[in-house]
């Protein structure tokens, strides 16, 4: 009989996948309810997956994306979606 292994790292986000600061739908899956980012061992990504998460999520924190701390959450607790194509002028 074979067994079971579970996966240390999430099958969902390979080790080349690259997060976006512009897409706060999915950085929003990583942040618990008080702002804070959910450390490595919860979200089953690996260091360097964590690294470069921390960094897409603090700079989308930085252009008003993604709220920080609890203040700035918002009553629906969600982050709107925006529209993926640019903005015109």
Partial sequence: ??????????NEFPG????DYKDP???RRFLMEGGKIIP???S??????QKKLTRAIKRARNL???PIGTKAYDERGR???ISPKPFEI
């Fill in 64 to 66: 008003a994306l993604l």
């Fill in 79 to 81: 982050v709107e979606q």
């Fill in 16 to 19: 080349n996948f690259v997060f």
């Fill in 44 to 49: 089953k990504l690996s260091m360097s997956q």
């Fill in 40 to 42: 490595s061992r919860i």
């Fill in 1 to 10: 009989m074979k067994k079971t292994v579970r996966s240390k790292y999430r």
């Fill in 25 to 27: 739908l999915t950085l």
